[in-house]
């Protein structure tokens, strides 16, 4: 389970997927999940802005969650929470959901002790021995078409104020990026 319209989420879900497992996405709006399931393969996208974030992941995820890559935090870390398996792993990419304002609380850390949960926080930066590797293999997974990757691209340094706005309103669709000449 991931955030699955922006960049790190995509590729994540589409690395867990071509490892076996059952991957649903968390985007908002159709169209975006859409994308998720039909272009880069996801087994099920729930649109958390579609009013019923709690009842969408239980059907989307029946069995549970098992393993939960965060980049929002906020409403959909509380809503994955109550639909963690016994044991379940959370990967804590990133938190966007409060890089306006205020990260909001976790409102029922007491899953983390009900469902015995482990959650892990990692910076990329940290990790710059698998670098090169992880390049190598990405590119090729993108290059080979294996690997889905989508880009919005503002133009000229006087859009990247409004491009990072629409970015934390969710409006690029992938990778936000701003070319400056
Ligand atoms: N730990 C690290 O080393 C590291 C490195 C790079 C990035 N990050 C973090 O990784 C996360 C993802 O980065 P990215 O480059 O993939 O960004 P991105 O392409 O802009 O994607 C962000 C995703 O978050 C969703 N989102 C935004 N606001 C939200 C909200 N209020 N509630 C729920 N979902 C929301 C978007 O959903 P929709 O567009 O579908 O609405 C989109 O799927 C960020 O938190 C970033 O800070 C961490």
Not at 4 to 13: I, L, N, T, W
Not at 23 to 33: L, M, P, T
Not at 164 to 179: A, W
Request: charged letters at 20%.
């Amino acid at each position: 389970m991931s955030a699955a319209s922006g960049a790190v989420g995509s590729v994540v879900g589409q690395l867990v997927k071509a490892a076996g497992c059952r991957v649903v996405g968390i985007a908002g709006g159709a169209e975006k999940c859409r994308y998720v399931t039909e272009t880069l393969g996801f087994d099920a996208c729930v649109d958390y802005k579609a009013g019923k974030l709690h009842d969408d992941l239980k059907a989307a995820a029946p069995d549970g969650i098992d393993g939960y890559f965060e980049n929002v935090g906020g409403d959909v870390l509380d809503a994955v929470l109550l639909r963690m398996n016994a044991f379940g792993r959370i990967a804590l990419c990133g938190l966007i959901s409060g890089y306006d304002s205020v990260t909001p609380p976790i409102k029922a850390p007491r899953f983390f002790l009900t469902a015995r949960l482990k959650l892990q926080g990692f910076i990329v930066s940290e990790h710059m021995d698998v670098w090169p590797q992880a390049l190598q293999e990405l590119g090729a997974g993108v290059a080979s078409g294996k690997i889905e990757f989508r880009e919005s691209i503002a133009q000229g340094l006087e859009n990247a104020p409004e491009a990072f706005l629409g970015l934390l309103r969710g409006k690029n669709f992938g990778k936000q990026l701003v070319k400056l000449i």
